[in-house]
Nanobody
């Protein structure tokens, strides 16, 4: 069994930065590509960013390009999401997800393993 645990969320002011983390434990070899999704209040969950197993390929939703940066440290079994210049529209629960294929997908249906999420609230 594999477990994903997110951390790093919180209440921040507009313009601030945050770094979210997702730690993989258990059967870590069952997770290759990983991704971040988010769900804002009253909205459906949406793809934010994905990263390949080796970290060389990354993908971003158009709405976050230039402000969000995904990375991973396989030695630490951890994926990160650096978020800069936070906006109130970024307020959401952020989830990490993983699957066994080498490259990420933007479709949540392709991911079998999910964390429970970390809440990011952007407000003055």
């Amino acid at each position: 069994q594999v477990t994903l645990v997110e951390s790093g969320g919180g209440l921040v002011q507009p313009g601030a930065s945050l770094r979210l983390s997702c730690v993989v434990s258990g059967r870590t070899d069952s997770v290759a590509a990983m991704a971040w999704f988010r769900q804002a209040p009253g909205k459906e969950r949406e793809f934010v960013s994905g990263i390949s197993q080796d970290g060389r390929y990354t993908d971003y939703a158009g709405s976050v390009k230039g402000r969000f940066f995904i990375s991973r440290d396989n030695a630490k079994n951890t994926m990160y999401l650096q978020i800069d210049v936070l906006k109130p529209a970024d307020t959401a629960v952020y989830y990490c997800a993983g699957h066994a294929r080498d490259y990420p997908s933007q479709s949540e249906q392709d991911y079998r393993t999910w964390g429970k999420g970390t809440l990011v609230t952007v407000s003055s």
